[in-house]
C-alpha cells in the first residue's frame, strides 16, 4: 500500500499564492501516475493535475493550466502543487492520490480509477 499525506493548505487572497506537498511512503509508485484532485461544497471531486514520476509526464487541467505548477522532489518522496494566480472558484479541499491500475500514462484521469488516497488539506481563497 501507499500512504500519502498533504500539507500546505491555508488561507489565502485571490492572486495570491500557495504551495501544497504529498508526501508518500509503501509501495514503489514511480511508474504510476501521481494526481491532485480537488472538492468544493457542493461539486464533485474533481482531476487538477497529475505526474508520472519516472518519466515527468505532466498534465492540467485547463481550469488551473498556466496557473498551477506540478513538481516533485525524489530525496524528499514528495509531489507539489504550486498554485498561482488564485481566484475564488480555486476554494476546496485538495487531495493527493495514486492509481496501480489502468494505462501507465496521462490522460483521462477519473477519481475512481485511483487506488489510494490522501485525507486533503483546505485551501480557501478568499474574494
Known amino acids: 500500500q501507499v500512504q500519502l499525506v498533504e500539507s500546505g493548505g491555508g488561507l489565502v487572497q485571490a492572486g495570491g499564492s500557495l504551495k501544497l506537498s504529498c508526501t508518500a511512503s509503501g509501495r514503489d509508485f514511480s511508474g504510476f501516475p501521481v494526481s491532485w484532485f480537488r472538492q468544493a461544497p457542493e461539486k464533485q471531486r474533481e482531476f487538477v493535475a497529475g505526474?508520472?514520476?519516472?518519466?515527468?509526464?505532466?498534465a492540467y487541467a485547463d481550469s488551473v493550466k498556466g496557473r498551477f505548477t506540478i513538481s516533485r522532489d525524489n530525496a524528499k518522496n514528495t509531489v507539489y502543487l504550486h498554485m498561482s494566480s488564485l481566484k475564488a472558484e480555486d476554494t476546496a479541499i485538495y487531495y493527493c492520490?495514486?492509481?496501480?491500475?489502468?494505462?501507465?500514462?496521462?490522460?483521462?484521469?477519473?477519481?475512481?480509477?485511483?487506488?489510494?488516497w490522501g485525507r486533503g488539506t483546505q485551501v480557501t481563497v478568499s474574494p
Open positions: 492520490a495514486v492509481r496501480f491500475t489502468g494505462n501507465r500514462y496521462l490522460g483521462e484521469e477519473h477519481v475512481l480509477d485511483y487506488d489510494h
Open positions: 505526474m508520472i514520476w519516472t518519466s515527468g509526464n505532466i
